[in-house]
């Protein structure tokens, strides 16, 4: 006697339904929208880009460098040298290519065309470089002697100040000052230089101006009349 076999019923697709049209995708190959993509923070400024060089900003390239400021430097279309240092105690600051470069005690504009020129001698043709401040080093000034309030003063940020106005900090010349002759003691890498400073002259219009540095020590002496 024979049997019969019946066949299993056909095995239906499952109805499509409207889902996300990215999940269908694995996630390792997913791509963000770029509205929805983060955008990293200072991408307009990114090393190697082919993005115009961005200029100074106003009274960033007068700021005067100092040992513990640390720098990004940006080269057009050479991603490879873009770099982010720490300027040393000598004041020099290490660089692809160019080594050690002594850059401390200059201003961020001078420190940029400096650089710039190096690289344009021997290693790129018309180079376009863009130094900027990533992180200041602790600035502080210290000013004793015949002032009202003698101690350190921290300068925020980029600030750029004038001898009188470090004296002005610490609350002014006392009576018995001697304002013809306050002394500055600036370190500049290995060396300790020492400035006489007539502050008396600079009160005048025509008298010129002395600008303090972080690190700088101020000493006003005693007047003997």
């Not at 001898?163 to 001697?178: H, K, N, S, V, Y």
């Amino acid at each position: 006697m024979s049997q019969v076999v019946l066949a299993a019923p056909p095995v239906l697709p499952a109805p499509q339904t409207q889902s996300d049209p990215t999940s269908a995708t694995p996630a390792a190959f997913r791509q963000e929208s770029p509205a929805s993509a983060p955008r990293a923070v200072g991408s307009d400024r990114a090393i190697g880009m082919d993005a115009p060089i961005p200029s100074l900003m106003a009274g960033e390239g007068d700021y005067i460098l100092a040992s513990g400021d640390t720098l990004d430097l940006m080269v057009y279309r050479e991603p490879d040298l873009g770099m982010r240092s720490k300027i040393a105690r000598d004041g020099r600051v290490q660089l692809p290519l160019l080594g050690e470069v002594k850059v401390a005690g200059m201003s961020v504009r001078d420190a940029q065309e400096h650089i710039r020129k190096l690289y344009d001698a021997d290693y790129l043709v018309d180079p376009q470089i863009y130094l900027n401040i990533a992180s200041y080093t602790q600035r502080k000034i210290t000013v004793i002697g015949q002032v009202s309030r003698p101690g350190s003063y921290e300068l925020q940020g980029n600030e750029s100040l004038g001898i009188l106005e470090a004296i002005g900090m610490a609350g002014g010349f006392t009576r018995i000052a001697d304002t013809k002759n306050v002394v500055v003691k600036r370190r500049t890498g290995e060396k300790v230089e020492t400035i006489k400073v007539n502050t008396k002259r600079l009160e005048s219009p025509e008298g010129g101006s002395f600008q303090v540095l972080p690190g700088d020590i101020l000493t006003v002496g005693e007047s003997w009349y």
